[in-house]
């Protein structure tokens, strides 16, 4: 009924045969430093991408602005961090915090905490 896979990234996960897929969001092991953040796709269409991220102390490099195509839904489970929106806004956020950034709205993650990992849930949505 269960079977052990690996994804693309080397992260082990439990998922049913019938290509139900299983894990536990808070799962960091196998992280110990790494210098980038790390993406792990859980789910994805043409209109929906669902995707775990961890970020430990990382930030946008300053003067570049990230700037989706899609409707970002971002819910922050673990750690601290702030986003900065080129009109001069700046979000923090904490364990539990969400924001939507619509398709467009140019952004940057300003600073994430190395201890806690930040743990986030993003959903980028086609309208």
């Known amino acids: 009924m269960w079977t052990r896979d690996i994804n693309p990234n080397g992260w082990e996960y439990l998922r049913l045969?019938?290509?139900?897929k299983t894990g536990n969001i808070f799962c960091t092991d196998d992280i110990s430093d790494f210098k980038e953040e790390m993406f792990l796709g859980l789910y994805k269409n043409e209109n929906c991408l669902v995707e775990k991220i961890i970020s430990a102390g990382q930030s946008t490099e300053e003067?570049?602005?990230l700037e989706e195509d899609k409707d970002e839904f971002v819910l922050l489970l673990q750690g601290e961090s702030e986003l900065a929106f080129e009109?001069?806004?700046?979000?923090?956020?904490?364990k539990g915090d969400f924001i939507l950034i619509?398709?467009?709205?140019?952004?940057?993650?300003?600073?994430?905490?190395?201890?806690?990992?930040?743990?986030?849930?993003?959903?980028?949505?086609?309208?």
Not at 116 to 123: R, T
Request: proline fraction near 5%; hydrophobic fraction near 35%; aromatic fraction near 8%.
């Open 17 to 20: 045969r019938s290509n139900m």
């Open 102 to 127: 619509p398709a467009g709205k140019k952004h940057r993650v300003k600073f994430t905490s190395a201890e806690p990992k930040c743990i986030w849930l993003a959903i980028h949505i086609t309208k």
């Open 87 to 94: 009109e001069g806004e700046r979000v923090k956020l904490s």
């Open 63 to 65: 003067g570049i602005w």
